[in-house]
């Protein structure tokens, strides 16, 4: 586990809003319980909302992490919640009802002498329910920088999110919403992102991050359309940009211009390669 990961989510502040994709349990739990047991010595209170596992399997991970999870239910700093009481309850899911929950939540917290509250949930659960617009809908809800004085890290199991049709532009919407983004895997990324093309970064490339950009681009290009064709967009995106586009809002508007229907392929290109730079891949 790269040291910046953990040290950037024992640092997190009231309001933070984190997004971590992960592939293995053990090490969601590194990460995740390293933020909530940092929040409980600094005299905070924590909360876990289960899906991938059951609330009994997060608190035997917790108990051999090194958490007193008696101690600290009994003194009400730390909740082990089952998704189904707090996301998608028998009505359904309500945006509402659970933003009024967290809002509950904090002000117990405070009134009970708690310094501040983390907390984070287990999202994938959304995707098991089908229920991803209301996701979306929810994040962009709390968006990059949340409106509650709390701190909370979004986590997503990444083989099962990337099994629904379309992940690709889901999961570009879903770092649009967040402050900083944690990918849990083979390269360990911390990327504390200002704009989604920031995901295609690599400090070890040495190379600027327009440079990784067009070099995504024009490498999905070149794929789908080999080269002489690649090219012929390339020099056409400048005369009609002033120069190559450099955001995928432009990339991608470009394309919709350039070629229509046909652009969805090589967009979800472009987002695969910038997304294998940091080993957030299938």
Avoid at 163 to 169: I, K, N
Wanted: aromatic share 10%; glycine share 6%.
């Amino acid at each position: 586990m790269r040291s910046e990961i953990l040290s950037f989510v024992i640092g997190m502040k009231p309001s933070d809003h984190a997004i971590m994709f992960y592939r293995d349990q053990d090490e969601k739990h590194q990460v995740l319980f390293t933020y909530l047991r940092e929040g409980l010595k600094r005299g905070e209170a924590a909360a876990y909302v289960a899906a991938d596992e059951s609330p009994r399997e997060i608190e035997a991970a917790m108990k051999r992490f090194g958490i007193d999870v008696e101690r600290e239910t009994k003194r009400n700093a730390l909740k082990i919640i089952h998704y189904r009481d707090w996301y998608i309850t028998d009505e359904g899911f309500n945006k509402d009802r659970t933003v009024n929950l967290w809002k509950s939540l904090l002000k117990k917290s405070l009134q009970g002498g708690f310094e501040g509250l983390r907390v984070t949930g287990e999202m994938t659960c959304f995707f098991d329910h089908n229920l991803i617009e209301d996701l979306i809908d929810y994040e962009r809800f709390l968006h990059r920088r949340l409106s509650l004085p709390l701190a909370a890290i979004c986590a997503y199991d990444t083989k099962k999110a990337m099994d629904v049709r379309g992940w690709e532009f889901i999961f570009l919407s879903l770092i649009r919403m967040h402050s900083a983004t944690l990918i849990v895997g083979p390269k360990n990324e911390l990327i504390q992102a200002s704009s989604p093309e920031e995901i295609g970064i690599l400090e070890s490339t040495g190379k600027s991050l327009n440079e990784t950009f067009q070099e995504c681009v024009y490498k999905s290009l070149d794929k789908i359309l080999g080269r002489q064709a690649a090219d012929v967009l390339v020099y056409a995106a400048k005369r009609r940009c002033r120069g190559r586009p450099e955001t995928l809002e432009e990339t991608f508007r470009f394309l919709d211009e350039t070629i229509g229907l046909g652009s969805l392929v090589l967009k979800r290109r472009i987002l695969r390669n910038l997304y294998s730079k940091v080993g957030l891949e299938p």
